[in-house]
């Protein structure tokens, strides 16, 4: 059964540094999303992404993110100088429409010290 | 505004008898919504979707129903066991791009 992958599942940095989160969107998904979940919160949208464009972002989502699709297969998130407040669990999802399930990772849980 | 939001926190329940999950939201305009469980340390898993079309929906031992009229959701496990021990979540889903809206989550305990 395909599933969206994410790398790494743990990353530890230093405030002020920059860090990348990684995803593998399903194959044939064309619809990207990122999320996130601060513990013991529910999960917040910060970002959608269609046909190498964002598509709509959430007031999280400020100057300091950005996403990218490097490549076919890889979709990225990038923080440029990361916040002790930025520390969460990162999910990445993907779908087939932008009214269609969203098929999530099992999450990047990043730590700023 | 955006909101949706679960009555329970915690819900337990005795293996084999029937969970019930709930949740309400204020969009009317929304017309997707989707059921996720969420085990410790783990992303969301897709259970089940309905559409604002729809008032019940039907997966294998899972159902949802959509009360338009009170603005209600609620998900129904058919004779609960252990491994549905979790956090469900409902998820409003904003047209606009795909966006998800999701509720804070009810955390399932099935007691043997």
């Known amino acids: 059964e395909p599933e969206v992958t994410q790398t790494p599942s743990h990353q530890v940095t230093q405030m002020g540094q920059e860090v990348i989160l990684r995803c593998v969107p399903i194959s044939n998904h064309l619809y990207f999303y990122w999320y996130r979940q601060i513990l013991g919160q529910k999960v917040e949208f910060l970002v959608s992404?269609?046909?190498?464009?964002?598509?709509?972002k959430s007031e999280i989502f400020d100057d300091q993110f950005s996403v990218e699709r490097p490549d076919g297969s890889n979709f990225t998130l990038k923080i440029r100088s990361t916040k002790l407040e930025d520390s969460a669990m990162y999910f990445c999802?993907?779908?087939?429409?932008?009214?269609?399930?969203?098929?999530f990772g099992p999450g990047t849980r990043l730590l700023v010290l | 505004g955006e909101s949706v939001g679960l009555h329970l926190p915690t819900l337990s329940v005795q293996e084999g008898d029937n969970s019930i999950i709930n949740c309400a939201y204020s969009n009317s305009a929304s017309d997707y919504f989707i059921w996720y469980k969420q085990e410790s340390g783990k992303g969301p898993q897709f259970i089940i979707d309905i559409r604002s079309n729809m008032d019940k929906r039907q997966g294998q031992r899972v159902t949802v129903l959509l009360n338009k009229t009170v603005k209600h959701l609620s998900l129904q496990i058919a004779a609960t066991q252990p491994g549905d021990s979790a956090v469900y979540f409902c998820a409003e889903n904003m047209r606009q791009g795909g966006k998800l809206i999701f509720g804070q989550g009810t955390e399932l305990s099935v007691k043997p």
């Open positions: 992404f269609y046909n190498n464009e964002i598509s709509e």
């Open positions: 999802a993907s779908s087939e429409s932008p009214s269609g399930a969203q098929y």
